[in-house]
């Protein structure tokens, strides 16, 4: 008697939510372009320095769709290992961009002549990527992260929130926190500062993108603690 395991359906749809990606998926990028900075480096075919990075650019300018590894983790692997936790799409996003550019830089230092150079900026794509891959620190998105708190993007920075604007009562104390429906991580702090005092309000940073930039939310799930004339007293995510 056979039987069929059912996997849960998805909760983003790869190609058309964007803004958020399953975890998993730019691991997997990320070992698909490591493997390949390595293979150039064994075996002297700096070209594939240019194709990696084209191919990074492609599924940036395009979309998921255009990005044959994340087509081939999306259709293939995703379909019997399940989605992973749905997380914010801009930190590897941002890793994605920084990666093309090394890469970039790899194939044009070869076709410069100088190899010496090109060689050293592909091992460094290979082994940040694999790193990414196999332990899941991904430089490219602590330096997405680094950036915004040197923009000022850091605890503190908010002073204070416009309390009527996010949908809390004005005069009273609150807790808001800025999210996406298709966040994990952002359910998981939902339901814990709900548990608490004071009352917890949300802004979905998908459908009010104006609310996050303005209160520099640069990674969600993000969370305030708020007095009743506004003023923050902690961020607490």
């Given at each position: 008697?056979?039987?069929?395991?059912?996997?849960?359906?998805?909760?983003?749809?790869?190609?058309?939510?964007?803004?958020?990606?399953?975890?998993?998926?730019?691991?997997?990028?990320?070992?698909?372009?490591?493997?390949?900075?390595?293979?150039?480096?064994?075996?002297?075919?700096?070209?594939?320095?240019?194709?990696?990075?084209?191919?990074?650019?492609?599924?940036?300018?395009?979309?998921?769709?255009?990005?044959?590894?994340?087509?081939?983790?999306?259709?293939?692997?995703?379909?019997?290992?399940?989605?992973?936790?749905?997380?914010?799409?801009?930190?590897?996003?941002?890793?994605?961009?920084?990666?093309?550019?090394?890469?970039?830089?790899?194939?044009?230092?070869?076709?410069?002549?100088?190899?010496?150079a090109g060689t050293a900026l592909g091992a460094v794509v290979a082994?940040?990527?694999?790193?990414?891959?196999?332990?899941?620190?991904?430089?490219?998105?602590?330096?997405?992260?680094?950036?915004?708190?040197?923009?000022?993007?850091?605890?503190?920075?908010?002073?204070?929130?416009?309390?009527?604007?996010?949908?809390?009562?004005?005069?009273?104390?609150?807790?808001?926190?800025?999210?996406?429906?298709?966040?994990?991580?952002?359910?998981?702090?939902?339901?814990?500062?709900?548990?608490?005092?004071?009352?917890?309000?949300?802004?979905?940073?998908?459908?009010?993108?104006?609310?996050?930039?303005?209160?520099?939310?640069?990674?969600?799930?993000?969370?305030?603690?708020?007095?009743?004339?506004?003023?923050?007293?902690?961020?607490?995510?």
């Open positions: 008697m056979s039987s069929t395991t059912v996997r849960s359906p998805r909760t983003a749809d790869p190609y058309a939510d964007g803004d958020v990606v399953d975890a998993r998926a730019p691991r997997f990028l990320q070992a698909t372009v490591g493997a390949g900075a390595a293979l150039a480096l064994l075996t002297g075919w700096w070209w594939l320095y240019g194709l990696l990075a084209l191919q990074l650019v492609v599924g940036l300018v395009l979309g998921r769709r255009w990005c044959l590894p994340c087509v081939a983790y999306f259709e293939l692997v995703q379909p019997r290992v399940g989605e992973g936790r749905v997380e914010d799409a801009r930190p590897p996003r941002f890793a994605n961009k920084v990666g093309a550019t090394v890469l970039g830089l790899a194939f044009a230092a070869h076709l410069a002549g100088r190899p010496a082994v940040l990527a694999l790193l990414a891959a196999t332990t899941g620190l991904c430089v490219g998105c602590e330096l997405y992260k680094l950036g915004a708190r040197l923009r000022g993007v850091r605890p503190g920075a908010v002073g204070v929130l416009d309390l009527a604007e996010v949908g809390a009562a004005p005069g009273r104390p609150a807790v808001v926190q800025f999210t996406h429906p298709l966040c994990s991580d952002c359910r998981e702090l939902e339901e814990r500062l709900a548990a608490q005092a004071p009352p917890l309000h949300t802004v979905d940073v998908s459908r009010r993108p104006d609310l996050a930039r303005r209160y520099h939310v640069v990674v969600v799930p993000a969370a305030f603690r708020v007095a009743g004339d506004g003023t923050v007293l902690e961020r607490l995510a």
